[in-house]
Nanobody
Framework: QVQLVESGGGLVQPGGSLRLSCVAS????????IGWFRQIPGKEREGLTC????????YYADSVKGRFTISRDNTKNTVYLQMNSLKPEDTAVYYC?????????????????WGQGTQVTVSS
């Protein structure tokens, strides 16, 4: 079964850190660009970051640049999102996908895989 599974979400205080994981099964993540997105109920999905098949190829939205870092470990079929200096406005459900946010918009198709999401809540 082909799927992406996110984990690592939770409750964290403002200024804190979390590391999200996105594990692929049923396919080899190494061959895909992987993006992280988030969505607040009632609001549009926001593309945050993307990593290319070459790990030095990354994109970050302005809202997370300098605070979030995307990385991949192909030996574990996993992509990570390290989130530092978290703010209450980072509270959302976070998704990984083979869709990829770029400076020109989101590169996606009906064939992209999406995870089920993991909740991140930043609150004191």
């Amino acid at each position: 079964q082909v799927q992406l599974v996110e984990s690592g979400g939770g409750l964290v205080q403002p200024g804190g850190s979390l590391r999200l994981s996105c594990v692929a099964s049923g396919f080899t993540l190494e061959a895909y660009t992987i993006g992280w997105f988030r969505q607040i109920p009632g609001k549009e999905r926001e593309g945050l970051t993307c990593i290319g098949t070459r790990p030095d190829r990354t994109y970050y939205a302005d809202s997370v640049k300098g605070r979030f870092t995307i990385s991949r470990d192909n030996t574990k079929n996993t992509v990570y999102l390290q989130m530092n200096s978290l703010k209450p406005e980072d509270t959302a459900v976070y998704y990984c996908s083979t869709a990829c946010p770029t400076s020109y918009g989101v590169s996606e198709s009906a064939l992209d895989y999406w995870g089920q999401g993991t909740q991140v809540t930043v609150s004191s």
